[in-house]
């Protein structure tokens, strides 16, 4: 799965249980959900397999906490451009347009610091986080219960042409605008980056806090949605390239 073990050693330094989901029944035995990075396509078409899309809206629309990264980001967004075609379905429920693959293709993963004081207020430690980008979406808009925890800086010149097309991107510093790159609605947080492979663990730490605001007291199982394998792959300790084109 693509969180795999490097997902559920954060979860257990926490002290939480990692449940791999794999059937819609499987959700009924867990109080949140992780939906994990991976290719979307694919991860459609094996959820749509398996009907799990009725099971995953439900779960959403009760209330529990979901956190997609990456393509389970694209998972929860209500819209999403850039798709292959003929489309693919959507969990939804988070009200944000994405662009897909905003920051182009895996040549073009990069990693990059992102200011994140809401996470610092909330978690303690410094106001800035290493965001590690791989064939990254970003969100274009977000609706007004969407808040913005954090946004990363595109020279104007950069900007996909179709994502503008979708939405405003907002102005920084005259010559460059933001994409958004980390939201929070209700009992749903989604990043565009990878938490999960860093030793910086507040993230998940915010995530599971979560219960206790939404009401589902303190998470002591995760599920963990499936995608595919990736056992046996450790954190980067190099840098990856910073986007440029």
């Known amino acids: 799965m693509a969180v795999g073990v490097l997902a559920l050693q954060v979860l257990r330094r926490l002290g939480v249980k990692g449940v791999e989901i794999r059937k819609p029944e499987q959700l009924q035995n867990v109080n949140s959900l992780i939906i994990?990075?991976?290719?979307?396509?694919?991860?459609?078409?094996?959820?749509?397999l398996h009907?799990?899309?009725p099971a995953l809206r439900e779960f959403v629309k009760m209330g529990k906490p979901v956190w997609g990264t990456c393509a389970g980001l694209i998972f929860l967004a209500n819209n999403a451009l850039g798709q292959k075609t003929g489309g693919q379905k959507l969990v939804g429920g988070l009200d944000c347009t994405i662009h897909r693959n905003f920051f182009g293709s895996q040549i073009q993963s990069f990693e990059a610091e992102l200011s994140v004081p809401e996470l610092a207020a909330k978690e303690g430690g410094p106001e800035s986080f290493r965001g590690v980008f791989i064939r990254a979406p970003a969100i274009i808009?977000?609706?007004?219960?969407?808040?913005?925890?954090?946004?990363?800086?595109?020279p104007s010149d950069k900007v996909v042409n179709s994502a503008v097309a979708g939405g405003s991107i907002e102005e920084k510093n005259g010559s460059d605008k933001k994409v958004i790159v980390a939201v929070r609605q209700g009992n749903l947080l989604a990043t565009a980056f990878h938490p999960e492979l860093t030793a910086d663990s507040r993230w998940h730490s915010y995530f599971l806090k979560m219960g206790n605001e939404t009401g589902e007291g303190t998470l002591s199982s995760i599920g963990i949605r499936e995608t595919e394998d990736l056992r046996g792959i450790q954190a980067p300790t190099n840098d990856l390239p910073i986007f440029l084109s």
């Not at 994990?36 to 749509?48: D, N, R």
């Not at 808009?141 to 595109?154: E, F, I, Q, S, T």
Request: aromatic share 6%.
């Open 36 to 48: 994990p990075g991976g290719e979307s396509t694919t991860m459609a078409k094996l959820a749509q």
């Open 51 to 53: 009907n799990l899309f």
């Open 141 to 154: 808009n977000v609706g007004p219960d969407v808040k913005v925890l954090a946004d990363y800086p595109v």
